[in-house]
């Protein structure tokens, strides 16, 4: 059994690539997500909670400067493996999302896939939304998504 997330997502790190589609993913997506950058004016902008870096790295392909966060060391250090072989230059860092560091300000934060329920108390869900509007430029644009498993499953 996993107590926590960083041990679930290290865990599903060797398969979440496979398991995911990208190239579909990206297309259902991407227009959605360009959407709302463009419109907030978006150019620097935080993948929190970014996994392997499959949003993070589309973005940075898309001209946009991105910065990944995730929980899981081993979802980081894919993530680098992979905008090293695309040879971009995209910053990936280990981290929560409570302590989501100020020192720089992003002009979108986004916090995609189902990461969210995996933040069981309403402590736990307050102080991930403060971690993300402490980085988050005020008027900036802040794109939350929670899967819905039981529609999918029909």
């Not at 190239?23 to 996994?51: I, M, N, Q």
């Not at 102080?127 to 794109?143: E, S, T």
Request: with cysteine; net charge negative; aromatic share 8%.
């Amino acid at each position: 059994m996993m107590d926590n997330p960083t041990d679930f997502y290290d865990a599903l790190a060797p398969m979440f690539d496979v398991m995911t589609d990208w190239t579909a993913r990206l297309s259902a997506e991407g227009p959605f997500l360009k959407s709302v950058l463009d419109e907030a004016g978006a150019r620097r902008v935080l993948d929190a909670a970014c996994g392997s870096g499959g949003h993070a790295l589309w973005l940075a392909r898309e001209g946009y400067h991105v910065t990944g966060a995730d929980v899981s060391p081993v979802m980081i250090a894919l993530a680098r493996q992979k905008a090293a072989a695309a040879e971009l230059d995209e910053s990936f860092v280990v981290g929560d999302l409570a302590s989501l560091q100020a020192s720089t300000m992003y002009d979108a934060v986004l916090c995609l896939g189902n990461s969210l329920p995996h933040l069981l108390t309403q402590d736990d869900l307050v102080a991930a939304l403060r971690g993300m509007a402490g980085v988050l430029r005020p008027g900036g644009a802040l794109v939350l998504q929670n899967l819905n498993y039981d529609l999918r499953w029909h």
